[in-house]
């Protein structure tokens, strides 16, 4: 199994919201190539839905506004009725996860690095640590800082190879 976990810049572009679309053709090209995989999963997390909606929030034009609000509620819905071609990653954070995000704001801060892409960051490693099979992982994105994170896994033995 081969894991992408999707971050703002990448929804963004594929919701097309303006000015954070300038790969829309490509990011849409990708996804498609992707969902013909069948080893690939697509993981959403909620810090993507979180920032996604409010980058819709921010569009000057009322209009496209509204259009792009009503894109993203059918995109939540879809993904909620397992629908959508990525997955939504739902695991609350524990306290120890918060503290390891909190831990790591200030640094961030200063390279301008937000809490909603620490939160991808925790989220990529608690899938990593959690999910059984993994034979790559990485975060999709834009963004050089997260677009850095891509591990090969150790291959798993199965049943049959012991």
């Not at 909620?80 to 997955?87: L, S």
């Not at 059984?132 to 994170?149: E, Q």
Request: hydrophobic fraction near 40%; proline fraction near 4%; charged fraction near 25%.
């Amino acid at each position: 199994m081969h894991v992408s976990i999707i971050d703002t810049s990448i929804l963004c572009n594929i919701i097309n919201i303006p000015h954070m679309n300038q790969d829309h053709q490509d990011i849409i090209k990708e996804l498609v190539l992707l969902q013909k995989d069948p080893q690939q999963t697509l993981v959403l997390p909620l810090a993507t839905i979180i920032e996604t909606g409010n980058h819709i929030a921010h569009i000057a034009n009322g209009g496209l506004r509204r259009e792009r609000a009503q894109v993203m509620a059918e995109l939540i819905n879809r993904t909620v009725n397992d629908q959508a071609p990525w997955t939504y990653y739902g695991k609350e954070f524990e306290r120890e996860d918060l503290l390891e995000i909190s831990s790591a704001v200030v640094d961030n801060a200063v390279m301008e690095i937000g809490i909603g892409d620490l939160s991808i960051l925790q989220v990529y490693k608690k899938y990593k640590d959690t999910v059984p099979a993994i034979g790559s992982i990485r975060i999709w994105s834009l963004d050089n800082h997260l677009k850095s994170y891509h591990e090969e896994m150790p291959s798993v033995k199965r049943r049959r190879d012991q």
